[in-house]
Nanobody, 119 residues
Framework: QVQLVESGGGLVQPGGSLRLSCAAS????????MNWYRQAPGKERELVAT???????SCADSVKGRFTISRDNGKNTVYLQMNSLKPEDTAVYYC?????????????WGQGTQVTVSS
């Protein structure tokens, strides 16, 4: 059974930091690009950051300079370090995996973890 399990969310004050983790199992993690998405109530899902299988990274303009994505292939885990958090960062954050196993496209999603930034 494929699983992506997010953790590390919570309530934090503006300017604070959180580190999200996503533990993956049931597929060949090292061959997949990993993404963090977020969705706030009444808003569309937004791509926050990406890290590819060769460790190339990218992030949305709204979080550039504040968030960092990384992965540990030995632990089958992807991370999102979030610094200088703002109220507009409040959302449910989802872990996503995209890749191919035996030539077949795969797309997996976690359950999400709530991040709330409020004073």
């Amino acid at each position: 059974q494929v699983q992506l399990v997010e953790s590390g969310g919570g309530l934090v004050q503006p300017g604070g930091s959180l580190r999200l983790s996503c533990a993956a199992s049931g597929f060949t993690f090292r061959w997949y690009s990993m993404n963090w998405y977020r969705q706030a109530p009444g808003k569309e899902r937004e791509l926050v950051a990406t890290i590819t299988s060769d460790m190339s990274t990218s992030c949305a303009d709204s979080v550039k300079g504040r968030f960092t994505i990384s992965r540990d292939n030995g632990k089958n885990t992807v991370y999102l370090q979030m610094n200088s958090l703002k109220p507009e960062d409040t959302a449910v954050y989802y872990c996503n995996a995209v890749g191919r196993d035996f030539g077949i496209l795969r797309d997996y999603w976690g359950q999400g973890t709530q991040v709330t930034v409020s004073s």
